[in-house]
């Protein structure tokens, strides 16, 4: 018995050892996410401002394009109030359009991540597999 007391003690130790270094690794790769993270925002705000003034500065040229439209159509011999009215709708019609073609595209796919979670779930199942089996087997 006395000559186990050592062993014993040695097996702690090294557990000891073990879980401190698995503490130390997943903080150390949670602060890495962290900072990934962070980085990551931080390039992503940059690029929605640029989309965002992007957008503004379409709208602008759209709204430019549609006067140029209402205007030869003008010039054709059609009042100004039916050029406007005929852009207008086909403006409108366009946008209905691409409203529907949008939604249908939303509703061909989910938004939940079916198949990273059945991933996920595998690797859950045979972590919980192997540490059944490493439980046997002690």
Do not use: F, Y
């Amino acid at each position: 018995m006395r000559g186990s007391e050592p062993e014993t003690e040695g097996i702690r130790t090294l557990m000891s050892e073990v879980i401190g270094s698995l503490g130390r690794l997943v903080r150390g790769e949670l602060m890495l996410a962290k900072a990934e993270a962070t980085e990551g925002v931080k390039h992503a705000v940059g690029g929605l401002v640029k989309i965002a003034i992007a957008a503004i500065v379409a709208l602008v040229g759209l709204n430019v394009l549609a006067g140029a439209a209402v205007a030869a159509l003008a010039a054709t011999g059609i009042g100004p109030a039916w050029a406007s009215l005929i852009v207008g709708v086909a403006l409108c019609v366009l946008a209905l359009i691409l409203v529907l073609a949008g939604r249908s595209a939303l509703q061909l796919r989910g938004i939940w991540p079916d198949r990273a979670l059945r991933g996920v779930r595998r690797d859950a199942e045979a972590m919980q597999a192997g540490l059944n089996e490493g439980a046997r087997h002690v």
